[in-house]
Every structure is written in structure tokens, then in C-alpha cells.
């Protein structure tokens, strides 16, 4: 069978998964990142790919597409084709409740983390307290205070949920007890490799026995940000409570970025886009900046 793959960043994993699983069979992906219209030739090459293919997973519009014109464009495409399986995103904040995308004057802002910000980092430069204090801000007072204990148990329903959705079955996820996401949006490669053989069930090719999980690109190519000391993922005993953000640090590649130089570059990035005094959208950014308001000194 020839078996297309549509949507996310996740699709260059998934490819690989299958290709693991069912050597046999041809595999392609086309990745959406930002189309503008139906004559995108991103669009184009889904249709054009849509009609010599046996079958078609898709990743959802909304998580294939940040716009909503996009995704509206995308849906209207996929109506007309055949042979389209939905896929479920493996998205889960439950291990980085603080990370956020910050979306001002209708463009996502970029840290040194790329589309990554902290809810914390950004709410003390809206409180206007100075960079130098917000590394004592990651600790347990605060984290309980923006209820990012309960965000696990709330994401990781939000997940089966759209899993079970689209006839999945995402238990799998939390059964092995472990961190398996690199991100909020980038799941390790062994929970791709398991939502590949479902995918196969769904076309009803037989997953090869034996068969060798793939690299973990994402896990190679993507931003790996910590879990905070004290929250769900974290490994306990493993920080100085009197500097709890020192253990804190984002991988990308061979690069380390130090959480002072996050907060930096954070800090940064607001100053030039006056984030304090221009319109933008991130609820939990709100969230944050009411507690620390409440909470915190200036």
C-alpha cells in the first residue's frame, strides 16, 4: 500500500514508526507549518498526493495549523477527499504546565527558546519585578498557586479524550509511568511508535514482529524542556531548595541554554514588543501575573 501522512511536526516521526513497523509499504509526509490560501502549494501537494495514495492519516486541522482562515482552508480541502483517517495529536502540558506560545499583534513572539515562554517569567516582567528575582519564583508556593499540580490529571484527560475520539486508544501513554514528552507538543518516539501500530490496525496491515524503534527525532531536533522540581515528571531530591531554579536548563541539539539566559532573553523580547502596554492573548500569562500581583512583593 502507498499510506500518506498529513499535518504537524509529528508526521516526520510517525513516518518513521511506520516504515519500522511495515517495511513493505511506501510512506509519505507532507508537513503543514503555514498555508494562505487553497492555492498554497503545501494545500496543492496534499491534493495532488490525496488522489495516487490507498489512504490518508491527517493530523486535525487545529493541530496542523495555527490560524484559524488555515485551518478553515484545510478542512474545506480534506472534504473532498477520500480515503482520510484522522489522526490524534499527542499534545500533553501535564510535564511543562508553565510553557506557553504568546501570540501579540497577531504574530507568536520567539524567545531563545523559539515560540516557548514561561507563564512565570512573563508575569514578573508584567508585575515589573526585575529578571534578577524570578529565578526564586520556581518553587512549590508558586506552582501550587497557578495549580500546575492539577494540571497534569486535567491534560492527561484532555488527552484520552481526543484520543478515544477518533477511535484510538491512548492509555498506553500513561501506562508506563514515565516523562514521554520532550515539550508540550513533541512526544517522545516511543509513544509514536505505539500510536503507529493503531494506525496500521486502521488500514489492516499487520505491524512486523520484532520490529526496531526508529530515532527519536523530535527528541533529537526539538527544544527538551525540563520539569520543574516538585512537579509530576520531575526527579525528586534533585534541586537546592534555597535556588530551586538552579537545576532548570532547556536542550536544544548540543546547545545548552542556562534558565538565566532564558529569563534574559524573555525579558528581552517583552521590552521590544511593550508587552506591558500592547494587545496580546495568553490566559495563563494572565493567570500567572494575578498571582504574582497578589503574592509577591515588589
Same mark, same amino acid.
Given at each position: 500500500?502507498?499510506?500518506?501522512?498529513?499535518?504537524?511536526?509529528?508526521?516526520?516521526?510517525?513516518? !518513521?514508526?511506520?516504515?519500522?513497523?511495515?517495511?513493505g509499504h511506501l510512506f509519505e509526509a507532507i508537513q503543514l507549518e503555514h498555508v494562505q490560501d487553497s492555492e498554497d502549494p503545501a494545500l496543492q501537494?496534499?491534493?495532488?498526493?490525496?488522489?495516487?495514495?490507498?489512504?490518508?492519516?491527517?493530523?486535525?486541522?487545529?493541530?496542523?495549523?495555527?490560524?484559524?482562515?488555515?485551518?478553515?482552508?484545510?478542512?474545506?480541502?480534506?472534504?473532498?477527499?477520500?480515503?482520510?483517517?484522522?489522526?490524534?495529536?499527542?499534545?500533553?502540558?501535564?510535564?511543562?504546565?508553565?510553557?506557553?506560545?504568546?501570540?501579540?499583534?497577531?504574530?507568536?513572539?520567539?524567545?531563545?527558546?523559539?515560540?516557548?515562554?514561561?507563564?512565570?517569567?512573563?508575569?514578573?516582567?508584567?508585575?515589573?519585578?526585575?529578571?534578577?528575582?524570578?529565578?526564586?519564583?520556581?518553587?512549590?508556593?508558586?506552582?501550587?498557586?497557578?495549580?500546575?499540580? !492539577? !494540571?497534569?490529571?486535567?491534560?492527561?484527560?484532555?488527552?484520552?479524550?481526543?484520543?478515544?475520539?477518533?477511535?484510538?486508544?491512548?492509555?498506553?501513554?500513561?501506562?508506563?509511568?514515565?516523562?514521554?514528552?520532550?515539550?508540550?507538543?513533541?512526544?517522545?518516539?516511543?509513544?509514536?511508535?505505539?500510536?503507529?501500530?493503531?494506525?496500521?490496525?486502521?488500514?489492516?496491515?499487520?505491524?512486523?514482529?520484532?520490529?526496531?524503534?526508529?530515532?527519536? @527525532?523530535?527528541?533529537?531536533?526539538?527544544?527538551? $524542556?525540563?520539569?520543574?522540581?516538585?512537579?509530576?515528571?520531575?526527579?525528586?531530591?534533585?534541586?537546592?531548595?534555597? !535556588?530551586?531554579?538552579?537545576? $532548570?536548563?532547556?536542550?536544544?541539539?548540543?546547545?545548552?541554554?542556562? @534558565?538565566d539566559e532564558f529569563i534574559d532573553s524573555s525579558y528581552v523580547c517583552y521590552a521590544a514588543h511593550r508587552l506591558e502596554t500592547t494587545d496580546w492573548h495568553a490566559p495563563a500569562i494572565?493567570?500567572?501575573?494575578?498571582?504574582?500581583?497578589?503574592?509577591?512583593?515588589?
Open positions: 500500500m502507498r499510506i500518506a501522512v498529513v499535518g504537524n511536526c509529528q508526521s516526520r516521526g510517525l513516518i !518513521d514508526c511506520l516504515e519500522a513497523l511495515a517495511p501537494a496534499v491534493m495532488a498526493l490525496a488522489s495516487e495514495v490507498d489512504a490518508m492519516f491527517v493530523h486535525l486541522p487545529k493541530y496542523a495549523l495555527s490560524g484559524s482562515g488555515e485551518q478553515e482552508v484545510l478542512r474545506n480541502l480534506l472534504a473532498q477527499v477520500r480515503s482520510v483517517i484522522a489522526i490524534p495529536s499527542v499534545i500533553f502540558g501535564g510535564f511543562h504546565p508553565d510553557i506557553n506560545v504568546l501570540r501579540c499583534n497577531g504574530r507568536y513572539l520567539e524567545t531563545v527558546a523559539s515560540y516557548y515562554h514561561s507563564a512565570i517569567v512573563a508575569g514578573a516582567y508584567l508585575c515589573g519585578l526585575p529578571a534578577s528575582r524570578v529565578p526564586a519564583l520556581f518553587n512549590r508556593f508558586i506552582y501550587a498557586g497557578l495549580g500546575y499540580a !492539577d !494540571d497534569f490529571v486535567h491534560h492527561g484527560r484532555s488527552l484520552l479524550e481526543s484520543f478515544a475520539q477518533l477511535g484510538f486508544d491512548g492509555r498506553y501513554i500513561f501506562a508506563a509511568k514515565r516523562t514521554f514528552m520532550h515539550c508540550p507538543n513533541h512526544p517522545a518516539v516511543s509513544i509514536l511508535f505505539e500510536l503507529a501500530k493503531q494506525m496500521l490496525e486502521r488500514v489492516n496491515i499487520k505491524p512486523l514482529p520484532g520490529a526496531r524503534m526508529p530515532e527519536d @527525532w523530535l527528541g533529537k531536533y526539538s527544544f527538551l $524542556l525540563p520539569s520543574y522540581p516538585g512537579l509530576p515528571g520531575s526527579a525528586p531530591g534533585e534541586f537546592d531548595p534555597a !535556588d530551586p531554579a538552579a537545576s $532548570l536548563q532547556i536542550v536544544h541539539g548540543e546547545r545548552v541554554i542556562r @534558565w494572565e493567570r500567572a501575573a494575578r498571582f504574582l500581583r497578589e503574592h509577591v512583593r515588589p
